[in-house]
């Protein structure tokens, strides 16, 4: 289990960029964006102790992440 948050612009590097501009121009893309954020950083929380959940309430948090950076990976290739 990896303690290190997982971050949009560590994650996809090549694109910090146009994250940002996505971010600013793209209403649906900057939802995805926050939601991204909010379930990354609750699950780092989870993952630290910081704030313990139940295992099958992270795993749908984790499920719920993946499905987002999905989503927004899509975004970025085809924009």
């Known amino acids: 289990m990896s303690h290190t948050p ?3 612009a560590a994650d996809f590097p090549q694109d910090v ?7 600013i121009s793209d209403p649906h893309f900057a939802k ?5 954020h909010q379930a990354n950083r ?3 929380r989870a993952e630290t ?5 139940e295992e099958l ?3 749908a948090l984790r499920k719920k992440r993946m499905h987002l ?3 927004i990976a899509s975004l970025l290739a085809t924009s």
């Open 6 to 8: 997982h971050e949009l």
């Open 17 to 23: 960029e146009k994250i940002h501009k996505l971010k």
């Open 32 to 36: 995805l964006a926050e939601e991204y």
């Open 42 to 44: 609750a699950v780092h």
């Open 49 to 53: 102790g910081v704030e313990p959940m």
């Open 57 to 59: 309430a992270e795993i």
């Open 69 to 71: 950076k999905d989503e």
